[in-house]
C-alpha cells in the first residue's frame, strides 16, 4: 500500500488548507484511513479518523467544526479541508491507513495504522 500526502503551506491565521492523501486500492480493500499531526518536540496526535469497515468519524476536539475529512472513491484519495487554521495547527501532517478496524479507543493510536504516507508541512503564521 503506498501513500501520498500533499497540500501543506504557509498560511495567514484565520486561512485554509486542503491536504490531500492518494491511498493505492483504497476502496478495494476497505481501508480505514486517519490523518495525523506532530508539532516540533510533540507526539504525533490523531486529527481525524475514518474506519473502512462501517465508515464511521471521529474528528479529535482541536479540530471539531474546523476540519472536514473526505473521500474520493474514484480517485482513491481522502482529503483533509482545514479551515479558521491557527498556529497552534502548525504542524507536520501525515496521512495513515490499515487495513483492519480499529476500534473506536484506537482511533487515533498511531500504532493502530500499517501504512504511513511521508508528512506535510502545515504553518499557520502571520
Known amino acids: 500500500v503506498q501513500l501520498q500526502a500533499f497540500g501543506g503551506g504557509l498560511v495567514q491565521p484565520g486561512g485554509s488548507l486542503r491536504l490531500s492523501c492518494e491511498v493505492s486500492e483504497l476502496t478495494r480493500n476497505h481501508y480505514s484511513v486517519a490523518w495525523f499531526r506532530q508539532a516540533p518536540g510533540e507526539e504525533r496526535e490523531g486529527v481525524v479518523a475514518?474506519?473502512?469497515?462501517?465508515?464511521?468519524?471521529r474528528y479529535a476536539d482541536a479540530v471539531k467544526g474546523r476540519f472536514t475529512f473526505s473521500r474520493d472513491d474514484a480517485k482513491n484519495a481522502v482529503y483533509l479541508q482545514m479551515s479558521t487554521l491557527q498556529p497552534e495547527d502548525t504542524a507536520v501532517y501525515f496521512c495513515?491507513?490499515?487495513?483492519?478496524?480499529?476500534?473506536?479507543?484506537?482511533?487515533?493510536?498511531?500504532?493502530?495504522?500499517?501504512?504511513w504516507g511521508q508528512g506535510t508541512q502545515v504553518t499557520v503564521s502571520s
Open positions: 495513515a491507513a490499515t487495513s483492519g478496524n480499529p476500534i473506536y479507543s484506537s482511533f487515533f493510536q498511531p500504532a493502530a495504522y500499517r501504512y
Open positions: 475514518f474506519r473502512g469497515g462501517d465508515r464511521k468519524l
